[in-house]
């Protein structure tokens, strides 16, 4: 199995653009989270699905940020307009039930 | 609302040297604890985790135990070596959730 695929590793944009983090979760797993990491804040949970279906998107910071999961082979973190404070590294996990989440690489994003 | 507390943040240890890091957490009803390992440029991976109904839990050279009463859960690492170097989260989610609120982290340095 690949694992969580992430895409792109890295992403480099000017304030005020549009920015799509991807993410393929393992298959036959039900549950992708997608999680923010900071130095100053540490992991944050930002949103996650069950199912393809939203179940707690307490963690998302701003209208701004928005996620879908239109399959359960793919998903979406969307921020526009990018800000410089959006700037860290953003994960997504996915997860079978009764086991732990099993991580993707990441994608850093500069916000410049 | 759900916390789980951290410490230390960093710790330092000669090769062969034991390590602790201990959690504490708020929330009552959470009965499943993991703990992730972090190696630069990478994703957390989990590297050991236990439930609420057990007390110990032991894997090689690395344990965790909990102690439920006290809210308290610890990681130890035994015989340690330089690539148990990296940054380890505790972590703790709640009966019938998958969400995971993680601990802020520990740098762990191993130096030979």
């Known amino acids: 199995d690949a694992g969580v695929i992430q895409s792109p590793r890295h992403e480099v944009t000017e304030m005020g653009q549009e920015v799509t983090l991807r993410c393929k979760p393992i298959?036959?797993?039900?549950?992708l989270f997608w999680y923010r990491q900071t130095m100053m804040r540490g992991l944050e949970l930002l949103i996650y699905?069950?199912?393809?279906?939203?179940?707690?998107d307490s963690g998302m910071p701003e209208d701004r940020f928005s996620a879908k999961m239109p399959n359960a082979s793919f998903s979406t973190l969307k921020i526009q307009p990018s800000e410089p404070r959006d700037s860290a590294v953003y994960f997504c996990?996915?997860?079978?039930?009764?086991?732990?989440?099993?991580f993707g690489s990441g994608t850093r994003l500069t916000v410049v | 609302g759900e916390n789980v507390e951290q410490h230390p943040s960093t710790l330092s240890v000669q090769e062969g040297d034991s390590a602790v890091i201990k959690c504490t957490y708020s929330?009552?009803?959470?009965?499943?604890f993991p703990w992730y390992k972090q190696e630069l440029g990478k994703g957390p991976q989990l590297i050991i985790d236990?439930?609420?109904?057990?007390g110990e839990k032991k894997d090689q050279r690395i344990a965790v135990t909990l102690n439920k009463t006290a809210k308290h859960f610890s990681l130890h690492i035994t015989e340690t070596q330089p690539e148990d170097s990296a940054v380890y989260f505790c972590?703790?989610?709640?009966?019938?959730?998958?969400?995971?609120?993680f601990g802020t982290g520990t740098r762990l340095q191993v130096f030979p």
């Open positions: 699905f069950n199912n393809n279906v939203p179940i707690d």
């Open positions: 996990a996915s997860k079978l039930v009764n086991y732990g989440y099993t």
């Open positions: 972590a703790a989610s709640r009966i019938n959730t998958d969400k995971l609120i």
């Open positions: 236990i439930r609420s109904n057990v």
């Open positions: 298959s036959g797993h039900n549950s």
């Open positions: 929330d009552s009803a959470s009965n499943y």
